[in-house]
């Protein structure tokens, strides 16, 4: 299918079109911060900025209910408890749209993980497979900005069904997957003109020319490992970090969670919520030891995940967008773009382990 | 000689008896300070001061061992932190080094945004910043602005009764000696709400919250962080879920276990990362302190916060009388 043009003047009524039978989630301001929220007649998108929160809630929901369960008992025998439970699987059709080339592109790390020919995690693979990301192109890069340091770039449309790109007066839009052409077929998408296109790839050059210039992230895999033992590294890198998970929970490739049974009475629900590495009880032991007892410790999974052990297990890519939003909205501004690259370049006081 | 350079010397001066100096530093752009923490006399280059130096460093005290040397550059909010940890026996006044200075005040960051966001410029692009005299100029994608501080200085500053640290082992400068008034207008306005209203305000702010915790571990006086009840799994206090009743229940176990303790250095607020604006709940809590036992915290160490002493009689609380 050619490319199709999108006037801002009915970018409502594209959206009003998108929200028949489906949930649309779109940037909104609420109090200074940007979230995606449902769309609904008068919601006004935010799209000349990168959203606070990212849209993982739409696949990766903070609390999933797994199964309900319930206990009974038999009246004629009150030994005797009979439980009953129930799969909860929720996958509503979705849009997700507005967000950026990182933040559809998280997703691509959570589906070598919760999607793989060995292991199918059902909540996760029925809500991706209904949930669709109509994308838009970045133009200038924020001063926390580094995707193309982490083999993306601000107009990648890995992980977008839909992209979006500025031309004047609307957007160029283009179909980036088969899921995504179908959203395509719409009364307010009009034909793109040559000149539109033409426009769209100079925009898209421009955006990309505009991005500070790209570091190599690769050799941070070897360096990381060895600096395991190198806790004075790990001590300095982390003095500052407040060990909040104020990082982990806006990251859009952060996929960990806890698992956890919340009864009240005869009934109850098994839930998965996000967890974070970055809190004590994320690897405390039901003995009370902890292998990351400390705040340098903890940065340093989250740091070695990212850039050695991810990288590592699945040959090559990195589990970071390049998003920004952990150095941006971190409270004390720790920086994991200074770590790796002090990581790279710093000398290993102690050798790793073999 | 410039106020930093004064605070280099005096850092200088006592860093050989110190094991760490923790001060402000450059962050990642032209409107990012950070922490920063000085062991040597070459660290001292890294140290800068003015109203992007928002952190409060307090916070950090009591993430060393007691047994440590530390010193502490406050602004005049923050060394009211230093006041109550060190009323509460948290640190060892021998162990730590005060650094003070005649503080101008501090920006909100939401709120230079936003002023900026009006005029067509975005902050989270910008490529330089200056503050000089009543303005700040900000340059972003190509474009220049100015505006006046006026606009830009956090809530906190503008009622701001400490400018110059209430504690300090070394003060560096000239007192500023200015007291703004506060009589907690902001809390009494919310309060002539109704109740429905307030309850729906609450509702949409905590349904932000992504339960990241940045509020409780910026928190200077939030001191039992690994160990908060909120996240015990044994007694199991708060649900893993994170509903609105979850998060707001977060909220008032912070709110109500920094009773009579918050100084009001707003830091909780100014961490969120989705702005939520939850620092007028512990000035609730302070409003009720400040007319029920005429008291704000972190001012003079020798003081008894009320809430750690007891009377059989209290002056202004009615037990009995009903």
Not at chain 1, 211 to 219: C, L, S, T, V
Not at chain 2, 185 to 208: G, H, N, T
Request: hydrophobic share 40%; aromatic share 8%.
């Amino acid at each position: 299918m050619s490319a199709k043009y999108l006037a801002q003047g009915d970018l409502s009524a594209w959206l009003g079109a998108l929200a028949q039978g489906r949930r649309v989630l779109v940037p909104v301001r609420e109090n200074g911060a940007v979230v995606f929220r449902p769309y609904g007649p008068g919601t006004k998108p935010v799209l000349t900025r990168q959203a606070d929160s990212p849209p993982k809630e739409s696949v990766f929901p903070s609390t999933e209910r797994l199964m309900e369960f319930s206990y009974s008992k038999d009246a004629e025998n009150l030994g005797k408890v009979a439980l009953d439970i129930k799969e909860t699987v929720n996958a509503p059709a979705t849009v997700v749209f507005g967000g950026r080339p990182c933040d559809a592109r998280g997703f691509t790390v959570f589906d070598r993980v919760y999607d793989t020919k060995t292991i199918r995690d059902p909540y996760y693979a029925e809500r991706r497979a209904s949930t669709l990301f109509v994308t838009l192109a970045c133009d200038t890069p924020e001063t926390t900005c580094f995707c193309n340091s982490v083999g993306s770039s601000p107009v990648d449309a890995d992980g977008s069904d839909v992209l979006l790109t500025p031309v004047d007066g609307g957007w160029l839009v283009e179909a980036v997957s088969e899921r995504g052409k179908a959203l395509l077929d719409a009364p307010a998408l009009k034909d793109a003109t040559a000149a539109a296109q033409d426009q769209a790839k100079a925009a898209k050059e421009a955006a990309e020319a505009a991005m500070p210039p790209a570091w190599d992230a690769a050799p941070a895999a070897a360096k990381l490992l060895e600096k395991f033992d190198d806790m004075g590294f790990w001590d300095d890198v982390s003095a500052k970090c407040i060990s909040c998970g104020a990082c982990t929970y806006l990251c859009p490739t952060c996929y960990c969670f806890t698992v956890t049974d919340e009864r009240s009475g005869m009934k109850g629900e098994r839930i998965r919520t996000w967890d974070t590495c970055m809190s004590f009880q994320f690897t405390l032991e039901a003995s009370g030891h902890n292998p990351r007892p400390t705040k340098a410790h903890r940065l340093k999974n989250r740091v070695g995940h990212k850039f050695s052990y991810y990288p590592d297990i699945h040959k090559g890519p990195i589990a970071c967008c390049g998003c920004g939003r952990c150095i941006k909205l971190c409270p004390v501004s720790v920086d994991i773009r200074e770590i790796v690259r002090l990581a790279m370049e710093l000398p290993t006081a102690t050798a790793g382990k073999p | 000689m410039p106020i930093l350079d004064e605070l280099k010397a005096a850092i200088a001066k006592r860093l050989p008896e110190l094991d760490v100096v923790i001060g402000w530093g450059k962050g990642f752009d032209a409107l990012h300070h950070t922490p920063v923490f000085i062991t040597s006399e070459a660290d001292l280059d890294k140290l800068v001061l003015g109203p992007l130096s928002v952190q409060n460093l307090a916070t950090y005290l009591t993430r060393y061992p007691k047994t440590k040397k530390i010193g502490v550059v406050v602004k005049g909010c923050d060394s009211r932190s230093v006041v109550q940890l060190l009323q509460e026996k948290l640190i060892n006044r021998e162990n730590v080094v005060v650094f003070g200075f005649p503080c101008e005040g501090v920006v909100d960051l939401e709120k230079v945004k936003r002023a900026f966001e009006d005029q067509g410029m975005e902050a989270a692009r910008v490529s330089e910043a200056s503050f000089q005299g009543d303005r700040c100029t900000l340059t972003s994608g190509g474009k220049a602005g100015s505006l006046p501080m006026a606009d830009l200085w956090a809530d906190k500053c503008n009622r701001c009764q400490y400018h110059d640290a209430v504690i300090s082992d070394e003060f560096v400068g000239q007192r500023l000696e200015r007291k703004a008034e506060d009589a907690y207008a902001d809390v009494a306005a919310f309060e002539a709400k109704p109740l429905a209203e307030r309850q729906a305000f609450w509702q949409e702010q905590m349904s932000r919250c992504i339960r990241c915790y940045a509020c409780r571990n910026a928190c200077p006086l939030c001191v039992c962080r690994d160990q908060c009840i909120a996240q015990t799994r044994e007694p199991n206090w708060v649900s893993q879920r994170t509903g609105v009743e979850e998060k707001f229940m977060f909220q008032m176990i912070h709110a109500s276990h920094l009773a009579g303790r918050c100084t009001e250095c707003g830091e909780c607020e100014r961490a969120c990362p989705v702005g939520i604006p939850i620092l007028l709940l512990k000035r609730k809590n302070n409003k009720e302190i400040l007319e029920l036992f005429d008291y704000r915290a972190g001012i003079d160490p020798e003081a008894k916060p009320p809430l750690l002493a007891f009377k059989v009689e209290e002056e202004k609380i009615n037990e009995r009388g009903w």
